[in-house]
């Protein structure tokens, strides 16, 4: 932004300056939008990804290994920040996010384009592997320039609610999967979408990432940036005074640890691990719950607005405070209500609501061996249906049985699909999560934005932020995963509500922290 640009800037009146933040928002939004669906089709996939790009010898350990894949991109986004957030705070906000946008698009495209673990053998998990680190990298930089670049063009007073407009991408990225997958698979049929339509989603991202990047090219830098760039007041190492000062640190320490450690677990656990828990643990459909989950999504994805509009007038603390509250006070609760709503006891088998089937197919590398499915399918009157799949390795040497006999077999896969009334039972339960994703969420950007200076804005809150998110967030689904399975093996009566100690631990120690040590006003003004 020229000397011209930035004073005609500061000349607006509040009407101007509206409509020119408007503009900003929607450029930038479109981006982090498109980043963030990028990020999340891989977790949106990740039960047909199993059986891609890992051995289907044992599925719940591929799944388990997709879950880490996918907490791998997580694990690198600090180390994005650090990258980005230097590059951003030294050369300006605009041309980072651009980089970071390119990153992010070609790597999505690419794991779509990857050969199955059949095909490549490990170099499969290999290459996603690595596409993966790209992309967390990319991400890593994203936001935090975003929400930077908007807050520096808010008005003081409004920036909870401008910002909020950012905050609403994360979630529309994650419906905005979720929709393009279900219209995938709603095309294509199960055979299509199973061999080769589950690429589709990642190749559509190539061509969202291309307008972006046009619109992303045409926009200016900050006012504020640009201004702090003309009075030479930019930072020539932003990383040292970040977190080489001791004042400037305590705030990362205090941002990441009294506010974003536990938003982070509250947003993934409303939305990530809440689709994970119905789809793996209750077994219902994959395509409704991506329904469902679509539906929770989008009612409540304005109150991010709401509550960051509300964060203008009351103060970014106690909203985030009281969300994460609510939140584990509600979880173990809302999850009991979930599992049990699929409980298939007392339930009435219709008329001739049973057929069984098998198919055989020949031992790949066993002579005169072979693989039976069993097919069970059981409708009951309520409009429930249960698919189980079963599997023997019949020995034609070591068992000679009866043609007819059936061996003792395992079941593999089940299935259920639910009535209508159960679904909108599910959509209600999840939207309430998602209602505390909202409060903890949709302040964030602000409160991160003016904790720290604008020298060293970009970089001082990009790390809390993707350290909270990217780590204590983005484990949630494969750790909440892990303690779900061991306690089911270890006979627990309520072993499908054993995940929910991650996020409840995590939040309320975050909860202690805010409320003793966390200001409920600015720290930093501009």
Not at 28 to 39: N, P, R, V
Not at 422 to 444: A, D, E, H, S
Not at 450 to 478: Q, V, W
């Amino acid at each position: 932004m020229s000397e011209l640009q930035q004073d005609s800037y500061e000349n607006m009146s509040e009407k101007q300056k509206n409509k020119t933040i408007w503009s900003v928002i929607t450029a930038s939004s479109l981006g982090t939008l498109i980043e963030w669906y990028d990020f999340y089709i891989f977790g949106s996939l990740a039960v047909v990804l199993s059986t891609k790009f890992f051995p289907a010898d044992n599925p719940t350990a591929a799944f388990l290994s997709t879950l880490a894949t996918f907490a791998a991109g997580f694990v690198v986004r600090p180390f994005g920040a650090l990258f980005f957030g230097r590059l951003g705070d030294m050369i300006g906000r605009k041309y980072t996010f651009l980089v970071t946008l390119l990153i992010m698009g070609f790597s999505t495209f690419l794991i779509g384009c990857i050969p199955s673990y059949e095909t490549i053998g490990f170099m499969a998990p290999v290459l996603v592997l690595i596409l993966r680190l790209l992309q967390g990298l990319a991400l890593g930089g994203e936001y935090g320039g975003a929400a930077t670049y908007v807050a520096e063009y808010a008005q003081p007073h409004r920036r909870g609610y401008w910002t909020s407009w950012i905050q609403t991408t994360a979630t529309v990225g994650l419906f905005i999967s979720l929709i393009v997958i279900l219209i995938t698979k709603t095309t294509l049929s199960h055979d299509d979408f199973d061999t080769w339509g589950w690429r589709v989603p990642f190749w559509i991202s190539i061509l969202m990432v291309g307008v972006s990047y046009i619109i992303r090219k045409n926009m200016k830098e900050s006012p504020l940036f640009a201004k702090a760039k003309k009075e030479g007041k930019t930072s020539t190492n932003p990383l040292k005074e970040s977190f080489g000062n001791r004042y400037n640190f305590k705030f990362v320490l205090l941002a990441l640890f009294g506010a974003v450690m536990g938003q982070g677990v509250v947003w993934y656990t409303g939305q990530f691990y809440a689709m994970s828990f119905i789809q793996k643990v209750m077994n219902v459909d994959s395509a409704q719950v991506d329904s469902l989950m679509a539906i929770a999504l989008l009612l409540g994805t304005p109150l991010f607005v709401l509550f960051g509009w509300l964060s203008d007038k009351v103060g970014r603390k106690p909203i985030m405070l009281i969300g994460m509250l609510i939140a584990l006070l509600s979880y173990r609760p809302i999850y009991d209500k979930m599992f049990k709503s699929v409980n298939l006891e007392g339930k009435v088998v219709a008329t001739n609501g049973i057929k069984e089937s098998r198919t055989s197919k020949i031992h790949d590398k066993i002579a005169g061996d072979s693989i039976i499915t069993y097919h069970k399918e059981t409708n009951y009157t309520d409009g429930f249906k249960v698919k189980k799949d079963s599997v023997v390795h019949w020995s034609a040497v070591a068992t000679p049985v009866l043609k007819d006999s059936k061996p003792e077999v395992a079941t593999v896969s089940t299935t259920i699909s639910i009535n209508d009334d159960t679904k909108w039972l599910l959509v209600f339960l999840v939207f309430i999560q998602v209602v505390f994703v909202t409060m903890v969420y949709g302040p964030v950007a602000a409160f991160l934005v003016e904790m720290f200076p604008i020298r060293i804005r970009y970089t001082s809150m990009s790390l809390p932020y993707h350290i909270g998110n990217g780590i204590f967030g983005g484990l949630l689904p494969a750790v909440a995963t892990y303690l779900v399975t061991t306690g089911k093996e270890a006979g627990h009566a309520q072993w499908y509500l054993e995940g929910l100690w991650y996020p409840i631990i995590v939040a309320s120690v975050c909860l202690i922290i805010g409320l003793i040590y966390l200001k409920n006003k600015n720290n930093i003004k501009d």
